[in-house]
């Protein structure tokens, strides 16, 4: 008898292993078999649950469950099947998230995201003064500084934030000019004393042969008045020195046309009669900070020849130039360049009774300074 018992053991120890290993990816807790039980029948070994302590079965039309029949220890509530189920994932510590409002932002970089211009409040949005702010003299602060001290504050609070005056003098064009024949000087100064929209003007130009008096100079006193932005009407008086005895009455304007050429415009009425008018514009293009380039150009107009003076009717002369100068600081820049002068028409013919070369081309050096 003990022979035969203890086959029966080894056999069903034999099936119960299979068994085991179809349930190992499930991780139950299942019941080690006692030994002492009673050996199921030979016959049971077909049964893959062969075995297991069964509970009542159910009734035969429930659906059919694997595992139904398995005694289970201490299972918890079925779950959903999980298709990770059996896998030996090691232990990662639980991700807990912080609510919205407790993030810290202070290590994030938001120099990438976008911000919205915070709206400008117009006139409408704008608080409006209360009534009483209103209520109380004109000139509180004569109460208490006394209305002399106060006016006079006023009228320096005036001078200062509006029309004051102000003095401003430059040498444009202070230059020698190499040409074929003699060489020559000439001068172009201008300032003038006053405030944004009133002001006294003066001007001088000149030139001549180096060794001698001017050829041909002049001196300008003009009041300005402004009509424009950049604009000024300007009305005086010319007188001609170096040459015969002239005195012109002038009208014209000066100003900053568009492109920032600068343009001067001058009719003038000499005590004879005489008519005649010269504009003349130039522009600075910057090549550097401090390098600029200069081009410029002048016309002479006459309504009638005036052979005291060598002047022809129509176009009397036209001057190109371009110079280069270096600012070594604003106020004082010495310069380079090169000028052609053309007498025309009458005028030419004027030029050659006198003995001078109609067209007339000649390197040019010389300072531009202003204070």
Partial sequence: MRPVLSAVLIGTALIAVPVHAQNQGHAMTMPTPDPK?????????????????????????????????????????????????????????????????????????????????????????????????????????????????????RQDLQRTHGDFPVFWFQGDRIEAQIREGPDAYLWDIQGYYGGPTERLWFKSEGEGEFGSAPDDAEVQALYAKAFAPFWDFQVGVRQDIGGPDTTHAVVGVQGLAPYMFEVDAALFVSHRGDVTARIEGEVDQ????????????????????????????????????????????????????????????????????????????????GIRFWF
């Fill in 37 to 153: 039980l009673p050996a199921a029948p030979a016959s049971s070994a077909s049964d893959p649950h062969a075995g297991h302590r069964m509970p009542t079965s159910p009734p035969a039309t429930a659906p059919a469950d694997p595992h139904a029949g398995h005694e289970m220890a201490d299972m918890p509530t079925p779950t959903p099947v999980d298709p990770h189920a059996g896998h030996d994932m090691p232990a990662e510590p639980a991700k807990t998230m912080a609510p919205k409002d407790d993030m810290d932002h202070s290590g994030m970089n938001h120099e990438g995201l976008g911000e919205a211009a915070p709206t400008s409040p117009g006139p409408d949005m704008e608080t409006p003064p209360p009534p009483e702010a209103g209520s109380g003299p004109p000139r509180a602060a004569d109460a208490i500084w006394g209305a002399e001290a106060m006016r006079t504050s």
């Fill in 286 to 365: 910057r090549i550097t900070q401090r390098l600029i380039l200069q081009p410029r150009a002048e016309v002479n107009l006459a309504a009638q020849d005036v052979p005291l003076l060598g002047i022809g009717a129509g176009i009397d002369q036209i001057e190109v130039g371009v110079r280069l100068r270096y600012e070594i600081i604003r106020e004082f820049a010495p310069y380079i360049g090169i000028e052609q002068s053309w007498r025309i028409g009458n005028g030419a013919d004027f030029a050659r009774a006198g003995g001078q070369d109609p067209s007339v081309t000649s390197l040019v050096a």
